[in-house]
């Protein structure tokens, strides 16, 4: 490596370390001439032949469209990366981000490559480097950063500076921004509470007329809507003023769930309005972010959309809306919310419910004013919250991935428990798997007194149901819950908790049991959200350790080879059924590879047997060497030796069958040269069973032996078909 070129690796490696996001540098023929930090999905989707074209239309295309520009282009590929370009010097291009910067971008990737598209791709591997970036601050920051020094730097090192030409401008390409792809709402389960009371619009409530003459604020700009506050803030009396002023700082320390909370609070202290609800918007409903008083005790759902005519023409009106209550408990009067909608920039985020009859006007506009003053302060902290549960989710993804790598040590399920538990601020969470005879094992837990293990008939409440539901269940209040008691031991500081089934291939193969949110919150969907975006990799992850641990029972049993340490044929018959049953649940692709060493018995005839072993130890070495980690290499018996590649195509296989073919090839043995043929056979339709499997990969073989050895053949129903071959 030269200096230029170390010190580029390096200049990178920093630049992606400062940032956290890739940092790729492509030519004018879209060539990754450099990379640090690249994202894992780039790095298998870019040089693939099916998913590469996609990638063409977007990184393929950042140095034309970013040289056509003259400065930096933003664009979300298909995969739903955010990605920057920004050209450095006159060849070069870097593409900063590969990052998700919202977590619904990722869990839809996630789906797609445990259930969809990308699921050839191992899942290990697909996820070792993914990187979510909480904002595109991050990717303004790191491409400041590409400042002159890094320019020169990488002119620096062209070889061949293309003097004199003169580059034909594009005509300026036409940026696109691919919005996300809109998926239907997924439905979430209802709670497990019933007692949700459901409020709605009486009939007989007449939407108020329009006032003529007032500006409309859904007009407003942002810049308006501050100058209204200050107005609003000059004939407020002295002693609001002082209090709204000292409150604001308070609110600004705590979380966003918090500070819902804090406003209630202070319009009970400062209003006396004990019962009350703040509701933010979420699509175009409104969803409870806090509730006080009567409210709290019992959870409340407002119906009415956030565009309703209504809801306008309160705003206009500076007038709250009367909600009464749909059911009640016969005999009981029914309740009634006054809602008043809060508007910032233009925009109805957040309203407010009091639970009254009747209130007077003056205290009415009071708190309209106080709520106006505060809401945009509160979607300030909103904003803050949403990019630090990013960047939570991207850290815990990170260290998951890594805790990935150390699969085999002790504390695995402990590490990985309390790493989810750190994604939902969870105090206390357990990990439950389905053992043989569907009893379920506590395998880690986070925050307990009492060791899980001793409960008699551990998950029966509700993790059992979960698990066969495959649905979660997120409850907030257990109190109001259809749930029998809770053992006293147990002693669970918040009444709301998370049950979070773990699903792999339709069955469910585990749940994670989460409680006691820090601070004393209730989980809410934030935290189903997040739990969906990391659930694929952890039924990956536990499927792969059932798969070992399984294993590790093999290992009792005499299933390896002395002379090479390999597998020996009885284990792999035993693990192909095995791989079979899981390639038809998971849908994954599974192939087999046959090697047979090519003229060996005049190796054994001129060298001796102790030569010949020598030999045969060597190639199995070097099968180790090209494995990956869930391939199995075994000696199948005398000079044959085959390979099991779970989650592998028929093209990758023929790859790797090649790469260990041409590193047999081109190593040197003691005695001379050594080679081998290789059959390759993979799972399609027609091939069902191990023998099938088996008696393919030997076809391709034989094939390869007769073409002249030294050969890689992938079976060819046409050309390997008719009567077996041995
Ligand atoms: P080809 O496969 O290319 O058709 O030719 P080949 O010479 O390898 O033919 P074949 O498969 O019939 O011969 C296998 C030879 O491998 C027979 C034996 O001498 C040798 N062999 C088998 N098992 C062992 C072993 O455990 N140790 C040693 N040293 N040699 C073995
Ligand atoms: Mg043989
Ligand atoms: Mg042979």
């Not at 003459?213 to 009396?237: C, H, W, Y």
């Not at 199948?636 to 028929?650: C, H, K």
């Not at 023929?654 to 590193?663: D, N």
Request: glycine letters at 6%; charged letters at 30%; hydrophobic letters at 40%.
């Amino acid at each position: 490596m030269s200096l230029a070129d170390e010190n580029k690796a390096q200049l990178l490696d920093r630049l992606a370390a400062e940032s956290g996001v890739a940092v790729v540098v492509v030519d004018e023929n879209s060539n990754e001439v450099a990379a640090a930090n690249n994202n894992s999905m780039c790095r298998l989707l870019y040089p693939s032949a099916d998913f590469g074209p996609f990638c063409a239309e977007y990184c393929g295309k950042a140095f034309k469209r970013a040289t056509a520009a003259g400065k930096a282009i933003e664009y979300e590929c298909y995969a739903g990366l955010k990605c920057r370009a920004t050209p450095v010097g006159k060849q070069h291009v870097a593409i900063l981000g590969r990052a998700f910067e919202t977590s619904d971008n990722y869990r839809r990737a996630t789906d797609k490559a445990i259930n969809g598209d990308w699921r050839r791709f191992r899942p290990t591997e697909f996820f070792d480097n993914v990187i979510i970036s909480g904002s595109a601050a991050t990717l303004e920051r790191a491409e400041r950063e590409l400042d002159v020094s890094v320019t020169d730097l990488l002119e620096g090192i062209e070889k061949q500076p293309k003097r004199g030409r003169v580059r034909t401008p594009e005509p300026e390409p036409q940026i696109i921004e691919t919005p996300p792809i809109a998926e239907p709402q997924q439905q979430r389960p209802d709670p497990l509470e019933s007692s949700l009371l459901n409020y709605k619009l009486p009939a007989e409530d007449t939407p108020s007329p329009v006032s003529e003459g007032r500006p409309d604020p859904f007009e407003t700009s942002m810049v308006n809507a501050k100058i209204d506050l200050s107005g609003v803030l000059v004939d407020q009396d002295l002693a609001d003023r002082e209090a709204w002023r000292a409150f604001i700082p308070t609110l600004l320390k705590v979380s966003y769930r918090l500070a819902c909370r804090r406003i209630l609070e202070f319009l009970a202290r400062h209003y006396g309005i004990q019962s009350s609800l703040w509701l933010q918007r979420e699509g175009q409903q409104f969803e409870m972010a806090a509730a006080i008083g009567d409210l709290e005790d019992q959870p409340v759902r407002i119906e009415i959309p956030v565009d309703d005519k209504r809801i306008r023409a309160a705003v206009r009106d500076d007038s709250p809306i009367v909600l009464k209550e749909l059911q009640t408990e016969s005999g009981k009067k029914p309740r009634v919310i006054q809602l008043f909608p809060v508007v910032i920039g233009g925009e109805v985020r957040n309203a407010l419910g009091i639970a009254r009859a009747e209130i007077d006007p003056e205290l009415s506009a009071r708190i309209l004013k106080f709520c106006r003053y505060v809401a945009s302060r509160l979607e300030i902290l909103r904003l803050r919250d949403a990019v630090a549960q990013q960047e939570r989710l991207s850290r815990v993804l990170k260290e998951f991935n890594e805790q990935l790598r150390n699969i085999d040590s002790e504390s695995f399920w402990q590490r990985l428990t309390s790493i989810i538990a750190q994604l939902v601020d969870a105090e206390r969470a357990s990990l439950l798997i389905r053992g043989s005879s569907d009893m379920l094992l506590a395998k880690a837990s986070i925050g307990n007194q009492a060791d899980l293990s001793t409960y008699p008939d551990l998950g029966s409440r509700v993790a059992r149901t979960i698990l066969e539901k495959g649905k979660p269940a997120l409850v907030t209040d257990v109190s109001k819950a259809s749930l029998s008691s809770v053992s006293a031991e147990r002693s669970y500081k918040t009444s709301s908790f998370i049950s979070y089934p773990i699903v792999f291939g339709g069955t469910g193969i585990g749940v994670m049991n989460f409680t006691d949110k820090a601070g004393g919150l209730r989980f809410d969907k934030h935290d189903l959200e997040a739990l969906d975006s990391i659930a694929p990799q952890i039924a990956v992850a536990l499927d792969r350790i059932a798969l070992r641990d399984k294993m590790g029972e093999f290992a009792q049993l005499s299933v390896t080879d002395p002379l090479t340490g390999l597998l020996n044929r009885r284990y792999i018959e035993e693990r192909l059924s095995e791989e079979i049953n899981r390639s038809d649940r998971s849908g994954e692709p599974l192939s087999f590879l046959m090697i047979d060493v090519d003229e060996f018995k005049s190796y054994n005839d001129r060298f001796g047997h102790p030569a010949g072993d020598e030999a045969l130890r060597v190639v199995g070495s070097i099968l180790r060497q090209n494995l990956r980690g869930a391939d199995v290499a075994v000696r199948y018996g005398g000079e044959e030796f085959s390979v099991l590649l779970p989650n592998t195509n028929t093209e990758e296989a023929e790859a790797i069958a090649e790469r260990i073919r041409s590193h047999i090839a081109r190593t040197e043995f003691p005695k001379r040269q050594v080679t081998v043929s290789i059959g390759v056979a993979s799972r399609l339709n027609g091939i069902q069973s191990v023998k099938d499997l088996i008696s393919a990969a030997d076809k391709a073989l034989f094939r390869a032996k007769e073409t002249g050895r030294n050969l890689v053949l992938v079976y060819d129903p046409i050309l390997d078909g008719g009567e077996n071959v041995h």
